[in-house]
């Protein structure tokens, strides 16, 4: 029964595999006995690797163990644990925040103790799949908005009945597409129509605004959106998620949220990994500096070349090839010459959308940016797709 649908994803370039490293993350990996350029981590500012948030890590499991033993709730909260939250609020502007195990855990966890059954959610059309599946657990009904499209979000509150509880959920910093929730015009129709904002802002966090403090930094609006979550596996370079808000809001969720509740605390080198990169997100902030240089050499190199690209705004640069097939086989090829960027194909774009992600960080070189743009050139003629 499972090879036989494994073998209609094959015939639909749908399936995947796992692909085993010999190293960590960082500008290069050492894959199938090579070194290879990578271009599809989210760790944007090479956080992951830096001395200090190692050295954290390494520090926090000689004093606490590898293991935090239960959920928080069970066994106590650790003190790496207690002192990330205070640092990821202090950064964010908030009074309080919350860990979770992974984005994933947070959002499906918050979500339903957001609104229930009888409520209205209204999603963006690209949010990420742990919020269409914290919306799903819910049990609210969910009605999708046109991607970006502010008038369409109108036309859907406009309809609804006025005293009906209704959340607006949308992505900060769209990760498959690279660009950015219109979040001052949200905001605005979530005031106007009295209904609740919900921000995932995992891409943002350490990559926009000011300071790097996120996408609601970026647009001004950490007044009038008082609590989001985020992760702290892309810039922060660690893993897992934090939401933020107001105290109240966060006790809430330590009573409520099932994922918080049933899940065993994060190991206590994580956190400490974390707390480190966000001292080291303000301590460093040339290495923002550095994304965004990078970032624009290689997304202005790949406009020169004639790739399709989305409307990114951000390092995350895609390039959009449509067929499953043809994105499998672009990066077969890349890969053929050292790059290394995966196919991204249904069901984590649309249909038809399929693409190759590529994320530029903070730790590629000039050279390397234009390596890869040469090898963009080459494998682009080489398969038809320039």
């Not at 944007?44 to 004093?63: C, K």
């Not at 644990?81 to 979770?100: P, V």
């Not at 690279?178 to 919900?198: F, N, V």
């Not at 290394?340 to 038809?352: E, F, K, L, Q, W």
Request: glycine share 10%; aromatic share 6%; net charge positive.
């Amino acid at each position: 029964m499972f090879r036989r649908r494994l073998t209609r994803l094959a015939d639909r370039s749908l399936m995947r595999r796992l692909s085993p490293l010999a190293s960590g993350t960082g500008p290069t990996i050492h894959y199938a006995g090579r070194d290879v350029l990578l271009l599809s981590s989210n760790d944007y500012l090479g956080l992951a690797n830096h001395p200090d948030v190692i050295r954290a890590a390494i520090h926090a499991t000689e004093q606490y163990g590898a293991g935090s033993g239960a959920s928080r709730l069970v066994s106590g909260t650790l003190p790496p644990h207690t002192h990330l939250e205070a640092a990821l609020a202090t950064f964010k502007g908030t009074e309080a925040a919350l860990l979770f195990g992974a984005g994933y855990l947070a959002n499906i966890g918050i979500i339903p103790n957001l609104i229930g059954q009888g409520g209205l959610i209204l999603a963006d059309r690209l949010c990420h799949a742990s919020l269409i599946d914290g919306c799903r657990l819910s049990r609210a009904d969910l009605r999708i908005f046109r991607h970006r499209d502010c008038a369409h979000l109108e036309s859907l509150l406009r309809r609804r009945r006025t005293t009906r509880p209704t959340l607006i959920i949308t992505e900060g910093l769209f990760s498959m597409d690279g660009d950015l929730a219109p979040l001052s015009d949200l905001a605005s129709l979530a005031e106007r129509y009295e209904a609740t904002l919900y921000v995932d802002d995992a891409h943002g966090t350490g990559v926009m605004g000011p300071t790097g403090r996120g996408t609601i930094e970026q647009f001004g609006l950490e007044q009038r959106i008082p609590f989001h979550m985020g992760t702290l596996s892309k810039a922060l370079g660690s893993h897992g998620a934090y939401v933020v808000g107001s105290n109240d809001f966060i006790q809430y969720l330590i009573n409520v949220t099932r994922p918080f509740i049933f899940t065993t605390a994060l190991p206590p080198a994580i956190a400490a990994a974390a707390s480190a990169a966000v001292v080291v997100i303000q301590r460093e902030p040339e290495r923002r500096m550095r994304l965004w240089s990078n970032r624009q050499r290689l997304f202005t190199g790949m406009q020169a070349l004639g790739f399709q690209m989305t409307q990114t705004v951000s390092p995350i640069l895609p390039i959009l090839l449509g067929d499953a097939a043809i994105a499998s086989a672009f990066a077969d090829r890349l890969l053929t010459h050292g790059i290394y960027a995966s196919a991204i194909r249904p069901p984590t774009v649309p249909d038809g959308t399929s693409r190759i992600r590529f994320t530029v960080t903070s730790e590629h070189t000039t050279e390397q940016i234009d390596e890869v743009l040469h090898v963009l050139d080459l494998a682009g003629r080489e398969t038809g797709i320039l």
